[in-house]
C-alpha cells in the first residue's frame, strides 16, 4: 500500500494514560501534518514537521501533546495523561515537499476513546 | 466568522440531481483543495486548485481567487456520492490547512 498509513484504526484509552498515534508518510514524503476532528466538528491544524523538524506547531494544545518525525520510521502524536476531551479522530496528510503546488495526501485516520 | 464557509451544511438529492457545494474564504490562499470523508473513513483528496476549472469524471471544481469563492459540482449523482465534502484552504505563504465544517450529502436512490 503505497498510501499514508496511519495506526492504530481505533484506540481506546483510560484517562490518565498515554496515547500513541503513529503515520508512515507516503513513500518519499518527507512532510507529515497531524489534524484533529473532535465529534461534530470540523478539522483543525496540529502541528507541520518534516525529517527531525517542527516546522510549525501553531494548533498543538501547549500541554500534553507532543509530535514527532525522527530520521527513521513514523511520525509519532503522543498525548500524555488523556483526557475525554482528547476523544476525536487524529488525521495524517503527507507531502512530497513544500509549496503550493504540492498536494496533501491523508490517512484513514486513528479514532481515539477515553473511557 | 469561520475563515472558511461551505454552504449548504446539509444536502439530500435523489440519483441523478446536478448538486453544487460552495465554498468562501476571507484569507489569501494559494491553493484549495476539495475533500470527501465517508461516515467512519478516511479522507479523500478529491481535488488541489489554484485557479480556473478542474473535471474528474462526474465530479467539476471551479474556483474564482478575485471573489474567494469555488464550488464543487457532481453531475448525475449517485448514492455511492453519499459523504462529507469538505472544502480546505491553504494559507498563502505558509503550508497550514484550515478546512471549512463540511457539507453532508445524502443521494437517495
Known sequence: NAGVMQNPRHLVRRRGQEARLRCSPMKGHSHVYWYR??????LKFMVYLQKENIIDESGMPKERF?????????????IQQVVRGDSAAYFCASSLGEGSNQPQHFGDGTRLSIL | KNEVEQSPQNLTAQEGEFITINCSYSVGISALHWLQQHPGGGIVSLFMLS????KHGRLIATINIQEKHSSLHITASHPRDSAVYICAVRIYNTDKLIFGTGTRLQVFP
Open chain 2, 51 to 54: 485557479s480556473g476549472k478542474k
Open chain 1, 66 to 78: 507532543s509530535a514527532e518525525f525522527p530520521k527513521e520510521g513514523p511520525s509519532i502524536l503522543r
Open chain 1, 37 to 42: 476532528q473532535l465529534p461534530e466538528e470540523g
